[in-house]
């Protein structure tokens, strides 16, 4: 009888490699994520929400506090002027928005935050998301908000 070396072969020397070559990987917890956590604060209510790690979302969160009064824009997001546009370097030139989205639309220096979906935009810029229930925002009455970092 013969006996054979069952080898795995090269591929699972491959396998071996990437896993350590991501530093991403699952199994590395030295890399924390510095998320940046906000509140908007309508009349009684809180929301939460996260921002992402991105140049225009860090520019955002430098404004803050900031209160701003929201008007409905076509039932599909709520928009207020922030003033000036945000630092959008890195930043794709669209973004396709879902319901709970906060985005600035860079060409009006509007701050839109979503409450439906809507279809991929040119001068979108994802700052980041509502944590939960967004159900304060809808509505077509204008909607005055204070947005600040949690604590």
């Known amino acids: 009888m013969r006996t054979t070396n069952k080898s795995h072969g090269p591929w699972l020397t491959a396998v071996i490699l990437a896993l350590f070559a991501f530093p991403g990987h699952a199994t590395d917890t030295t890399k924390e994520v510095d998320m940046t956590r906000i509140i908007f604060k309508i009349g009684q209510e809180t929301l939460s929400a996260t921002l992402d790690d991105t140049a225009a979302a860090r520019d955002f969160a430098s404004m ?78 204008d909607v005055t908000v204070s947005i600040e970092l949690a604590d």
């Not at 809507?118 to 159900?135: A, H, K, M, T």
């Open 64 to 141: 803050l506090p900031l209160t701003i009064t929201l008007s409905d824009y076509h039932g599909i997001e709520k928009v207020g002027d922030l003033g000036r546009e945000l630092d959008s370097a890195g930043m794709p030139p669209s973004y396709e928005p879902k319901a709970g989205d906060i985005t600035q639309y860079a060409p009006w220096k509007n701050l839109a935050i979503f409450v439906a979906p809507f279809s991929n935009s040119r001068g979108l810029v994802r700052l980041g998301q509502f944590d939960g229930d967004i159900s304060p925002l809808e509505g077509t009455d």
